[in-house]
Nanobody, 121 residues
Framework: VQLQASGGGLVQAGGSLRLSCAAS????????IGWFRQAPGKEREFVTA???????YNGDSVKGRFTISRDNAKNTVILQMNSLKLEDTAVYYC????????????????WGQGTQVTVSS
């Protein structure tokens, strides 16, 4: 599976962005997909994930603000980010897991290249 994250950019605090993760491969629908982010000088942080069947898991810092969804027919996962805060600034990565789902980056087998999200005041 190859993943391509897109949709990052510059947005003011309180605004919204929509990230996409496009995947290649006929088995995409069987993978769990997660989003992680990494800010400068910080460790990679779990954001949210979705199983092949649509069950979602959110990190505490984004609950109520970010929503993940998937369209298996289009091999795409969407991360809708609302009420963005300065601390959401980071490079966002999507990743695919063949087995399991969760907040540990070690669960994920394939990673996209990342897309920069910058939230300004």
């Amino acid at each position: 599976v190859q993943l391509q994250a897109s949709g990052g950019g510059l947005v003011q605090a309180g605004g919204s962005l929509r990230l996409s993760c496009a995947a290649s491969g006929r088995t995409f629908s069987t993978y769990a997909i997660g989003w992680f982010r990494q800010a400068p000088g910080k460790e990679r942080e779990f954001v949210t994930a979705i199983t092949w069947s649509g069950t979602t898991y959110n990190g505490d810092s984004v609950k109520g603000r970010f929503t993940i969804s998937r369209d298996n027919a289009k091999n795409t996962v969407i991360l809708q980010m609302n009420s963005l805060k300065l601390e959401d600034t980071a490079v966002y990565y999507c990743a695919a897991a063949r087995r399991g789902v969760g907040s540990s980056s070690g669960l994920y087998d394939y990673w996209g290249q990342g897309t920069q999200v910058t939230v300004s005041s």
